[in-house]
T-cell receptor, first 114, second 111 residues
Framework: SQTIHQWPATLVQPVGSPLSLECTVEGTSNPNLYWYRQAAGRGLQLLFY??????ISSEVPQNLSASRPQDRQFILSSKKLLLSDSGFYLC?????????????FGEGSRLTVL | KNEVEQSPQNLTAQEGEFITINCSYS?????LHWLQQHPGGGIVSLFM???GKKKHGRLIATINIQEKHSSLHITASHPRDSAVYICAVRASGGSNYKLTFGKGTLLTVNP
């Protein structure tokens, strides 16, 4: 069966520090991968998606970047965090080519920038 | 611009009650998702539908494409159903990878 893991689950970082959130998927190959952010009182916002190794699409301009160094690994990064980067970040995957396919989410990472 | 509106924002029920959560959207869609987010934050996909009705255990999801409206029903609600329920849609002809999410409905079921 397929599983998705992301870490760390909780992170408290000072403004200006770097960030790295990691997500891995097991039990499937060539997944579509996504990073979402959920800010307090707002709906989920798609940040990045990837259809293959090294292929990243950004949905909104921001202080964050994403990379996909391996087929089932998706990393969310920042060189210098801002207060506005605080939020709940969720990694998700769906089957490649299934644009209307079901999404499977990781457990989420709660980031607080102080 | 695609808007997704959920109602109510908050819902409190007694165990055993029948629950309905509504979702309305503004553009043509290719799929609608219902998601469940538990207090810890993890999200589980409940349903994905593009027409008609789907049932899984005590959960039922319906969609009316003409009226651009979907409902999620929970029969014989239980405290373990307490969670945030999120509606999300994928617009027809839009990016295959982009969903627009509602803000969620917080359901609390009291014993």
């Amino acid at each position: 069966s397929q599983t998705i893991h992301q870490w760390p689950a909780t992170l408290v970082q000072p403004v200006g520090s770097p960030l790295s959130l990691e997500c891995t998927v097991e039990g499937t190959s060539n997944p579509n991968l996504y990073w979402y952010r959920q800010a307090a009182g707002r709906g989920l916002q798609l940040l990045f998606y990837s259809v293959g190794i090294g292929q990243i699409s950004s949905e909104v301009p921001q202080n964050l970047s994403a990379s996909r160094p391996q087929d089932r690994q998706f990393i969310l990064s920042s060189k210098k965090l801002l207060l506005s980067d605080s939020g709940f970040y969720l990694c998700a995957w769906s089957r490649l080519g299934a644009g209307t396919g079901e999404l499977f989410f990781g457990e989420g990472s709660r980031l607080t920038v102080l | 611009k695609n808007e997704v509106e959920q109602s109510p924002q908050n819902l409190t029920a007694q165990e055993g009650e029948f629950i309905t959560i509504n979702c309305s959207y503004s553009v043509g869609i290719s799929a609608l998702h219902w998601l469940q987010q538990h207090p810890g934050g993890g999200i589980v996909s409940l349903f994905m539908l593009s027409s008609g009705k789907k049932k899984h255990g005590r959960l039922i999801a319906t969609i009316n494409i003409q009226e651009k409206h979907s409902s999620l029903h929970i029969t014989a609600s239980h405290p373990r159903d307490s969670a945030v329920y999120i509606c999300a849609v994928r617009a027809s002809g839009g990016s295959n990878y982009k969903l627009t999410f509602g803000k969620g409905t917080l359901l609390t079921v009291n014993p």
